[in-house]
């Protein structure tokens, strides 16, 4: 191997430098965590997503006040924030939206149960 390849081979410095100054304080953060937390926080997001969007579309859209808004909120919170949050950290969300569609599921469940059985 002549030095051109040994070159080529070893990390720039200053190209980690430079990648590193445009990511965010949240991307930073998010890079330095380990599989298995990251699913953790996956799993914590895609629950909270998936149990607000259910609320809003079955609790907030049922009300007088709020009506078609209740759809308009679950579509923002199942489908934007998710695409958003994917866009801007640079990582799979894929376990966050599956247990976000599990969620709503649940309270999809729930609600019917509740209301067919009540």
């Not at 953790?40 to 859209?61: D, E, K, M, R, S």
């Amino acid at each position: 191997m002549d030095a051109q390849e040994q070159n080529r081979q070893l990390p720039d410095p200053q190209q980690d430098e430079l990648e590193n100054e445009y990511l965010s304080s949240l991307d930073r953060l998010l890079a330095g965590l380990s599989p298995e937390k990251w699913k953790l926080w996956q799993t914590i997001a895609g629950a909270v997503l998936g149990i607000a969007g259910g609320l809003c579309l079955f609790y907030l859209g049922g009300t007088e006040t709020f009506g078609s808004m209740g759809l308009v909120l679950a579509v923002v919170i199942l489908l934007l924030i998710p695409n958003i949050l994917q866009r801007n950290i640079a990582r799979s969300l894929t376990r966050a939206r599956m247990v976000s569609i599990i969620a709503f599921a649940a309270v999809l469940l729930v609600h019917l149960l509740l209301f067919s059985l009540g």
